[in-house]
């Protein structure tokens, strides 16, 4: 009896100890690829916050309101949810033309305090949520495509496409605008908007025209981030709070205004909350990013790659 | 003379509205004046550091809630009175300013903004998973039956100050608003509150002209936060129940933050008229149309005020007149 009982016990300890290494496996991959998903919510906000000084907290709403735009137009027309982000984009775009008009116009050319700044973009944040709770109730929304419910097996490895997919093209966009930054005229100026305005007036290129189409790009960002957000799960009206946190985070902890460095912030903290959901279950999720906010505000406000001197002043 | 009036004032609203809970019969009215104090209370807690130091503070909400869940702690704990629950809320609330401010307000303004958003997300997860406090399922809170001090009997059918629990609140309520207004005024004539002034117009030259600033913010921050524990502190009583969506809402950091900005920041009768306008209109939409287009509301009047009349209702108040003479 008792020769018999002890196979079972070795098995089961080793079927453990492989499992949570399967385990921990599958947490990376799935942290890798939430961290791209994060680099692609993050990236608009690294414009807005990191180069231009904007305090856009109502960039997660506005990622709500595409994700909602795509759930409406693919559950009435069946179309693709990445398509319909990317033809909306122009129209994000124009609405951040708007949005930056206001603001240039009310806060940033008459010196107003910072805080009424704020407060508007909280308003707006508020605004958009409310208006999507009257129309859509807070009942999830979910898209429908036929590659979300396709997984992928490499081994003891599952590949979700419901995650792959928003990575691959999370990290199309932010390679894109890295390079688009980097490389064009435009991305130039919008650099050196960042660093000296006054000296690009003196060149004789407009400041504000550069802020405001930078603005309208950082906003067109969220119109295809909100697509891959409904992709990977089902959303409602007020979940767009829970990412102020992972965004504010990332694009402190990345160091204001670096793409690369928003990249690999993001990279980190969808590995955390990876392995902690995974770990010790999802309900402590929302409390990582807010705490890795908070921590690096308190310890590394200059973030990893950012320049010194940035948050204080 | 003008001081005595002043205090007259705050006398005689007391007066009336104990009268009130002996005379109006209408609970409703006791339940829509409960709210419009909270807000108010809110309102004029978030004025301390938003309005007089400007520094905007996202996470009144997670004062509030960590008010209230002190207090069912402190409950569950020693069974304490409820003097003692809402005291525990104000500290308790007071410390995680105090911490929170310590961390960030070294940084720029924006960054204190953000993370008091931050601690309203962090604090709300630890509630939800926190099962001594009832956990995401909320927790009941059983007022005592006859409660009595120094042997008279304050809530009771007959012979008792109260007629039942909501008129003892309501009256404790505007207990807390009239001490918080005289707080806030004694805070706009005092040193510290100059001090405040000199650091939301140039921080950087009221340090060179010896203000301690950080010192200040850190007093304000932690002064504000213990105001609104304590009014958290009251709000599961009155509920009866509480759980963490409503203890920290949203909602409760959108209003303490849009009412002194339609009233008006620079002194405390901005935030109070501001609860009257706001909090009004709020009680008459939800009553006539429905509570989220009460919130709409609330968002429209605060882009609306912020974008047009940077000074609030007072502001252009005070414009009206200045172009009628």
Request: overall charge neutral; glycine content about 10%.
């Amino acid at each position: 009896m008792l020769a018999g009982g002890e196979p079972p016990a070795n098995i089961n300890l080793w079927n453990v100890s492989m499992f949570s290494f399967e385990l921990l496996l599958n947490a990376i991959v799935i942290g890798i690829f939430l961290g791209g998903f994060y680099a692609a919510l993050s990236i608009g906000l690294s414009i807005s916050f990191g180069l231009l000084d904007i305090v856009n907290i109502a960039h997660p709403a506005f990622i709500i309101l595409g994700a909602f735009i795509c759930f409406i137009f693919n559950s009435h027309y069946g179309l693709d949810p990445i398509l319909i982000g990317i033809i909306s984009a122009p129209v994000f775009f124009l609405l951040g033309l708007l949005i930056y008009r206001i603001y240039y116009e009310r806060f940033e050319k008459i010196g107003a305090e910072p805080l009424r700044g704020l407060a508007f973009f909280f308003g707006l944040m508020f605004i958009v949520e409310v208006i999507l709770i009257m129309s859509f109730g807070v009942d999830y929304q979910m898209v429908h495509a036929d590659y979300i419910d396709y997984k992928a097996t490499f081994g003891v490895i599952d590949i979700p496409f419901r995650m792959f997919v928003p990575f691959a093209i999370a990290i199309v966009m932010v390679i894109g605008l890295q390079l688009f930054s980097s490389r064009t005229f435009f991305g130039r100026a919008m650099q050196a908007v960042a660093q000296d305005s006054l000296a690009l007036r003196l060149m004789g290129i407009n400041p504000v025209k550069i802020k405001m189409i930078a603005f309208g790009l950082s906003l067109a960002t969220c119109s295809i981030a909100g697509a891959l957000l409904v992709i990977i799960m089902p959303i409602e009206p007020s979940v767009g709070r829970l990412y102020i946190g992972q965004v504010f985070a990332i694009v402190v902890l990345g160091g204001l205004g670096s793409q690369s460095g928003t990249l690999i912030a993001a990279m980190l903290l969808g590995l955390l909350e990876s392995l902690v959901t995974t770990f010790f279950g999802p309900s402590w999720s929302p409390a990582i990013a807010f705490s890795a906010l908070i921590l690096v505000l308190a310890f590394k406000p200059t973030g990893i790659l950012g320049r010194v001197g940035d948050t204080r002043g | 003379m003008k001081i005595n009036r002043f205090y007259l004032g705050i006398g005689a609203c007391l007066v009336l509205s104990y009268l009130a809970t002996a005379y109006v019969d209408n609970q409703y009215y006791f339940f829509a004046g409960f709210a419009i104090l909270q807000l108010m209370v809110m309102a004029l807690a978030w004025n301390i550091l938003g309005g007089y130091a400007g520094y905007v503070n996202f996470g009144s909400a997670a004062f509030f809630g960590i008010g209230a869940y002190s207090a069912i702690v402190v409950l569950e704990l020693f069974d304490a009175t409820f003097f003692t629950q809402i005291i525990a809320g104000g500290c308790f609330a007071g410390l995680i300013g105090f911490a929170t401010g310590y961390l960030t307000l070294r940084l720029r303004g924006v960054y204190f903004a953000i993370a008091t958003l931050a601690l309203l997300v962090v604090a709300e997860t630890l509630i939800v998973n926190w099962d001594y406090v009832g956990g995401a399922a909320g927790a009941y809170v059983l007022p005592t039956k006859n409660p009595t001090i120094l042997g008279v009997l304050i809530v009771g059918k007959t012979e008792a100050l109260f007629g039942n629990y909501k008129e003892l609140l309501f009256f404790i309520m505007c207990m807390i608003t009239l001490a918080t207004i005289v707080i806030c005024r004694f805070i706009e004539n005092s040193k510290f509150g100059r001090g405040l002034a000199a650091l939301r117009d140039n921080e950087e030259a009221a340090e060179c002209m010896g203000v301690p600033t950080l010192k200040l913010k850190l007093i304000a921050t932690s002064l504000s936060a213990t105001i609104m524990g304590i009014t958290g502190g009251v709000f599961p009583y009155y509920m009866t129940f509480i759980d963490p969506v409503s203890a920290f809402n949203l909602d409760i950091s959108v209003n303490a933050l849009a009412m002194p900005l339609i009233g008006g920041t620079a002194t405390w009768i901005g935030p109070v008229l501001g609860a009257l306008i706001l909090g009004g209109l709020q009680q008459v939409v939800t009553v006539t149309i429905s509570s989220s287009a009460n919130l709409l509301i609330v968002g429209l009047c605060l882009v609306a005020f912020v974008i047009f009349a940077p000074n609030g209702f007072l502001g252009l108040i005070k414009k009206y007149r200045k172009n009628g003479n």
